[in-house]
């Protein structure tokens, strides 16, 4: 661990004191705080006024009931979460998760990151994040929209196109949203497209949206990959998870010429030497909603599923982990490198460890930081709401040369930024500095609130 400045320490001592028993919380936090010794050494206006204290307290946090019904009529409770982080550059904007590993800590985490990720991004949204611990697995259709609308009815009178627009995270994909949006605008009155994104394409979504993390972490690694002088072509590529991002990372990885050797869910992974066939993927992770283990049996020869173990023990050029927080550990970034692995982009929100982070950046191995290389699923959200506030709709590419140019700039920012502060080549630290000068700028414009 690096030792933070002096100044910084009783301000991670209060975040330890006052959210006990949220280890991701701190470790999102901590991460920051190491990076921001260099900018309070050249700023040091920028510790007045508690400013870095009030960017790690969030402006409000709402935990509520949601009752639901399952299709036998047995009563169901869970516990719904929004964590409304930081509105100095925007409404609050951030994804919901349904996951039975939710509570306030992981929520408080994952907004507190947004907060720097969507000021990356240079587009006008703050930071948010809710969810709930509720566990959509095996859950009928029926059953899944009854908990959306339960959860929607709450949440609802938190939300609003200027004050805070949810999307999709972990278990909440197009469906989910759907039936979301219905609520809300039943709730309300209103067709307020604005207020979420992440909709399908005939209710006010975004082309693109759906691919928009995973196309935007591949262009995140492959500005990377160009800075030195090498791309996708030819490079074998693991890609943990196989949902909404890992699925659209495989997509844009393969069409620049790299071969996807091993993906996987929470029960395992499979490893295809010929190149994963995304379609079959998508047949049962997005048709038939089934386990990973499926793609060996119907794939057959050259291919072989694991049952739990690592999916960084098979040996890859770069790494995508695209599944969840903490997934690759100190042991995997060591057998990584000892793999020879030269660039790691995480499609996940904090996937890394720490410990796992240390050990890439000393190897030299090229390390993009969640809350830069996945920053492309919101600021396609943000592109959703302006299509929404302008009752326009783009086409794909158009969209996608959006994202494109967005996630090449958020490179070139963090790698500019790691020089402008004494540490070339460091991502985590570029992309923690930038996005902490962008909120602290609007944060003093607006004063002490
Ligand atoms: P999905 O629900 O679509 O997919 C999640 C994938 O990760 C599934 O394959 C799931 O396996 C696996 N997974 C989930 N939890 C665990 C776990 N505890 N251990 C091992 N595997 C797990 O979610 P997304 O693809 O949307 O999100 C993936 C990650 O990307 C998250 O960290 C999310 O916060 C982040 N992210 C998502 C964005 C988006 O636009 N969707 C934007 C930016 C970041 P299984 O099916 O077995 O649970």
Request: with cysteine.
């Amino acid at each position: 661990m690096t030792k933070l400045d002096e100044k910084l320490e009783p301000i991670m001592a209060e975040v330890f004191r006052r959210n006990a028993a949220e280890p991701e919380f701190h470790q999102a936090v901590r991460e920051v705080l190491e990076s921001l010794g260099r900018v309070i050494a050249k700023r040091p206006d920028y510790a007045d006024d508690a400013l870095i204290e009030r960017i790690c307290e969030p402006e409000r946090q709402i935990i509520f009931r949601v009752p639901w019904q399952d299709d036998k009529g047995n009563v169901h409770i869970n516990r719904g979460f929004r964590v409304q982080f930081n509105s100095a550059l925007g409404p609050y904007k951030g994804g919901i998760r349904f996951h039975p590993s939710v509570n306030v800590g992981i929520i408080k985490f994952l907004g507190f990151e947004q907060t720097f990720k969507n000021a990356l991004t240079g587009l006008p949204i703050g930071g948010g994040k809710g969810g709930s611990d509720f566990d959509p697995k095996g859950r009928s259709d029926a059953e899944i929209m009854r908990f959306c609308q339960s959860f929607m009815t709450e949440l609802s009178r938190h939300l609003g196109e200027y004050t805070d627009v949810p999307a999709g995270d972990i278990g909440v994909g197009g469906r989910e949203i759907g039936y979301m949006f219905g609520q809300y605008k039943r709730l309300t009155n209103r067709y307020e497209a604005g207020v979420l994104t992440g909709k399908g394409l005939s209710y006010g979504g975004s082309r693109a949206r759906k691919e928009a993390t995973g196309y935007g972490n591949t262009y995140f690694v492959d500005s990377m990959l160009a800075s030195r002088g090498t791309s996708f072509d030819g490079k074998r590529v693991s890609v943990s998870g196989s949902g909404n991002v890992a699925i659209y990372t495989m997509e844009k990885v393969m069409s620049l010429g790299g071969r996807i050797v091993a993906c996987s869910d929470s029960n395992g992974y499979i490893v295809d030497e010929n190149g994963v066939d995304l379609d079959l993927v998508k047949e049962i992770k997005e048709v038939r909603r089934e386990r990973i283990s499926e793609y060996a049996r119907l794939r057959g020869t050259g291919s072989h599923y694991i049952a739990g173990g690592s999916i960084w023990d098979v040996a890859c050029d770069v790494a995508m982990p695209s599944a969840t927080q903490n997934e690759l550990t100190g042991k995997d970034a060591k057998m990584l490198v000892k793999n020879g692995v030269f660039a790691v982009g995480e499609g996940a929100n904090m996937p890394s460890t720490p410990d796992a982070i240390r050990i890439f950046q000393e190897a030299g191995v090229m390390f993009g930081p969640g809350k830069a290389a996945n920053a492309g699923g919101v600021a396609t959200s943000a592109l959703e709401m302006q299509q929404n506030a302008s009752r326009d709709s783009w086409t794909f590419e158009q969209t996608e040369a959006r994202l494109e140019t967005i996630m090449r700039n958020i490179h070139d920012t963090c790698a500019a930024t790691a020089d402008e502060y004494g540490a070339p080549g460091d991502y985590v630290l570029g992309a923690n500095i930038a996005g902490f000068v962008r909120v602290a700028e609007a944060m003093r414009a607006l004063g002490v609130i």
